[in-house]
């Protein structure tokens, strides 16, 4: 036999006699990159809640902002200036008031 084949011989019965600590070896190294993979997933997700979370407080702080806006928008007074100036109505005197009893 020519030495290329022995040599082929002795490193294949070298493989199965460790077939174990090859097995262990490639189990580590797939362990290894999905600890990696997760670990990028984990990083991606908390960089989308943080964008998240930040896109929450603009929007809760227009919220408040369109509350107080509606508040003084719906006050008496802010109504019958706008019915002033807007519309030019005034309000009635005592004697243009017309009182109807419903029996």
Known sequence: MSTKVVLA?????DIKQHI???????????????????????????SHLEVLLTERDE???EWRNLLLEQNS???HSAI????EKL???????ADNEIIIRLK
């Open 9 to 13: 011989f002795e490193v294949w019965h």
């Open 20 to 46: 174990w600590m090859y097995l262990l070896l490639l189990v580590v190294v797939f362990s290894a990159f999905t600890v990696i993979y997760f670990t990028h997933l984990n990083r991606q997700s908390t």
């Open 59 to 61: 929007l809760d702080i």
């Open 73 to 75: 928008l719906a006050e």
């Open 80 to 83: 019958e200036s706008k019915a």
């Open 87 to 93: 519309l030019n109505m005034e309000k009635p005197s």
